[in-house]
């Protein structure tokens, strides 16, 4: 398949976010008087919206998942969002992509001013047609897909558009606007999980990855 347009998560799968993502998390959490989990097992942050997964993860109510939300905000913005690092081999794939004409877009979970904010940083913004991150914290990831394909004039179920993303969000998210989604191994998802959610293929790493998108 000859795949003109490409979608990019951006937690686990551009940039490696988790040290910021968990360290600000670990602190709203016990300033918030929750306890903590490990470091390892607290990867599953690494994806999903962060109310959605407050509730999925720690059985919180609606109110209590926004108390911890606002004061991870607070440390987020302050220390965490610098703390990350682009994925071995992202930014030459994309360069790569780009060369070869492909249309590329960012569709993240990550609030939008954080998501270019680090894209900016670490000089990925020119790769993308579209930077597309979430509006609220409760948004779901199809509705942040969504939003990619119609900054790119595309609809729903374009036949020559693919996601890419580390979690099975990206896969279901992608699957609801009729997208299909390559599941890429950054060390984030459980054994199986792209599988499970109905990926169309899986890469072990970026330079797979590039191959299996540039083919023809």
């Known amino acids: 398949m000859h795949w003109n347009y490409i979608l990019f998560d951006l937690d686990g799968t551009l940039f490696d976010t988790s040290e910021g993502i968990i360290h600000s998390l670990r602190s709203a959490l016990e300033q918030c008087g929750e306890k903590c989990e490990s470091d390892s097992e607290m990867y599953k942050f690494i994806g999903p919206p962060l109310i959605i997964a407050l509730k999925e ?28 690092k682009p994925i071995a081999g992202a930014e030459k794939c994309l360069r790569v992509l780009s060369e070869a004409g492909r249309t590329l877009a960012v569709a ?20 993308f047609a579209a930077i597309c991150g979430a509006e609220s914290d409760a948004q779901k990831k199809s509705d942040v897909v969504r939003n990619a394909l119609t900054a790119l004039s595309l609809c729903e179920g374009a036949k020559n558009c693919v996601m890419v993303g580390d979690r099975k969000y990206d896969v279901e998210g992608a699957a609801a606007c009729g997208i299909p989604c390559i599941g890429l191994k950054t060390g984030f998802a459980e054994e199986g999980e792209f599988a499970r959610a109905g990926a169309i293929a899986v890469a072990e790493d970026y330079e797979r990855l590039t191959q299996m998108l540039l083919l023809d």
């Open 57 to 84: 993860f720690y059985g919180m109510s609606a109110e209590k998942a926004e108390r911890v939300k606002d004061v991870f905000r607070v440390f987020y913005r302050e220390k965490g969002v610098f703390e990350c």
């Open 108 to 127: 993240t979970s990550k609030p939008d001013a954080f998501a270019k904010q680090i894209l900016e940083r670490h000089g990925f913004t020119r790769y």
